[in-house]
């Protein structure tokens, strides 16, 4: 059986979020394993360059109090995440208040770009769907036939892969591609920035991504030690960056992210059963989801009220309709597309970047990048990586009376 831990937390109270880490430890018997380590990397969201207000990235109170317990057990101590696109590393570390938190505790913060990258072969079949262009004909003719079986690699950050033992740092999040993102998808971090939005091209399908993802955590399992969720605030509605930031005031804890994730996507009011990823992984691993325990302050079905999952369920629908054989009627109906307010949008070019089919241009005339429909995918990376929340997904109006 697995148990995962849930304990209440209003705030980020260092020294209350401590004790939380510590007892969460001491009741999934981590502690002795804390007494033969010599050195831990810690993976926290760092999605983007937000403040640790907006509940996107790993609030730093929340990882200073576990480097203050690791610091009690003399475990050399280093950072790592790989922002999307072309995200500057050194402004994320600094706007998600990382750069404060190194120079405080003396921890090392390592860059993929310069520490190096190792690569795996691919473990799942994805089947690939035609990237969607009016001279594309086997998207036309409805997107099922795709299944161009390409022998892509993954690219992992070498200090990951090189590194002694992993304690997983997730956030509590809806994702719209995804529906939810916690333990598992924050692993996807490990694949550096760029290369993120080719495993996008892909797998633009969200279930087919799905399976990426997973193939991604199984590469990193068994160096992750510990899972620690901050879901005191995190996000509903359009996550996994421009929903809305909610104090959940929970932390879960637990030595396997599936079962983190299973007890956490619960909580938040989804089927965790039909979570990809989840399911995915689950089966991937082994892992029997009626042998989960949801241990602490909560009741086992416990489900936290007045969260918007609702956004994330109806937009993921959408997301999937593409690549069935009712596309185009469904594609009349459900629409969504991203769009750009001008008055947000300060043309910095991140989101034209990181487009993994060149589906954004940005010109002098226009105040906004101006969209390809026919070359978009949908991959949402570009809503994910906007610094400014200028990008959202704009949607049909009957997706829209759905969602309300
Ligand atoms: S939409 Fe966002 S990422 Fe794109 S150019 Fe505007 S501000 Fe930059
Ligand atoms: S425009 Fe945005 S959603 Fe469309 S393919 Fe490019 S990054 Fe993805």
């Known amino acids: 059986m697995l148990k995962v831990i849930v304990r209440r937390c209003k705030n980020y109270d260092r020294e209350k979020i401590k004790r939380i880490i510590y007892e ?131 690219i992992i950050s070498k200090p990951v892969v090189e590194c002694e033992a992993i304690i997983n740092l997730p956030k509590m999040k809806t994702h719209t591609l995804t529906l939810f993102t916690g333990a598992i998808k924050n692993c996807y971090g490990v694949v550096p920035g760029l290369a993120k939005s080719n495993y996008h091209r892909i797998a633009p399908n969200p279930t087919e991504f799905a399976k990426i993802v997973v193939d991604i955590y199984k590469i990193v399992k068994d160096k992750i030690v510990f899972n620690l969720m901050d879901g005191i605030v995190g996000m509903d509605g359009d996550g996994p960056s421009s929903g809305d930031t909610k104090n959940f005031g929970v932390i879960l804890g637990g030595t396997d992210a599936v079962a983190l994730d299973f007890c956490a996507s619960r909580m938040m009011g989804y089927n965790p059963k039909k979570i990809p990823t989840i399911k995915f992984a689950a089966d991937q691993t082994q892992i029997s989801l009626d042998d989960i325990r949801l241990i602490g302050d909560f009741s086992e079905n416990f489900v936290l009220k007045n969260i918007n999952i609702r956004k994330s369920k109806i937009t993921n629908l959408i997301l999937n309709s593409f690549s069935t054989p009712l596309k185009n009627v469904f594609q009349k109906l459900f629409w969504a597309y991203p769009a750009y307010n001008p008055e947000k949008c300060t043309k910095c070019g991140i989101c034209v970047k990181s487009c993994p089919t060149s589906a954004l241009k940005i010109s002098k005339e226009s105040p906004i990048p101006q969209l390809n429909r026919d070359k978009c995918i949908l991959c949402l990376c570009c809503i994910e990586m906007c610094p400014e929340n200028a990008a959202y997904l704009e949607k049909s109006f009957i997706a829209k009376y759905l969602i309300k």
């Open 24 to 154: 969460i430890f001491s009741s999934q018997k981590f502690l002795n394993r804390l007494n033969n380590l010599d050195s831990v990397l810690l993976k926290p969201n760092l999605l983007g360059p937000y403040s640790p207000e907006k509940g996107v990235t790993t609030h730093p109170e929340f990882i200073a109090a576990l480097i203050e317990i690791l610091k009690d057990y003399n475990i050399k101590i280093s950072l790592l995440d790989n922002p999307g696109g072309t995200v500057k590393y050194e402004k994320v570390l600094h706007d998600t208040g990382m750069e404060d938190l190194s120079k405080k505790y003396d921890i090392e913060i390592l860059n993929s770009a310069i520490s190096g990258i190792r690569k795996f072969r691919r473990f799942t079949s994805v089947r690939q769907l035609p990237v969607r262009r009016p001279d594309n004909p086997r998207f036309n003719r409805g997107g099922m036939e795709g299944g161009a079986d390409e022998n892509i690699e993954y």
